[in-house]
């Protein structure tokens, strides 16, 4: 499974089990399926490399962005739907989503209200956007493996000083 997969399936279950008023939460949704409300419905929209910890995997930034949406005929629709963008906000402050591979928690992290599609007139609309370190691949290690007692340990730089190996310390 990626890493992709993995991250966008935390994201949803820890959603789902902190927002339970929201009914339905769908990563990557199809266009022109049926969502009950209120939905919060999101994905990753890009990537750029990120800050390179060493260990051979690919630093990212993933740009997330999540759209709630809640039915205008719902009384008050539109302050519904800004307490959902607000509590999104608050399961995002300091989420690692339970992965391994995330580096850092969500940065950049803004929500606003959405002027909705001619198809989703039907919806008061907010988004929310964060931004979210992580790391794809497998670490890698570039250099060849040494043998054991390879290492060797000088007192000073002086190449008449003789080394030794760590072993004769013990």
Known sequence: MSELTTLHDAITRIISE???KVVHVEQFPELGAEVMTPALLYGITDMAPGLDRGEGKTAVIGRFQSCILVEATR???????AIL?????TVLKDQWWDVDFVTGPPEQVHAQPEA????LEQFVM???QWVQPFELGEAAWPWPDEP???????????????????????
């Open 85 to 89: 963008a607000g509590q999104m906000m």
């Open 18 to 20: 902190r927002m339970p």
């Open 148 to 170: 054991p007692g390879s290492l060797m340990l000088g007192i000073n730089d002086d190449p008449k000083e003789d080394f030794f190996s760590p072993g004769v310390l013990e």
């Open 75 to 81: 009384d008050k629709a539109s302050l519904q739907a």
């Open 116 to 119: 909705p599609t001619l198809d």
């Open 126 to 128: 907010w988004s929310v």
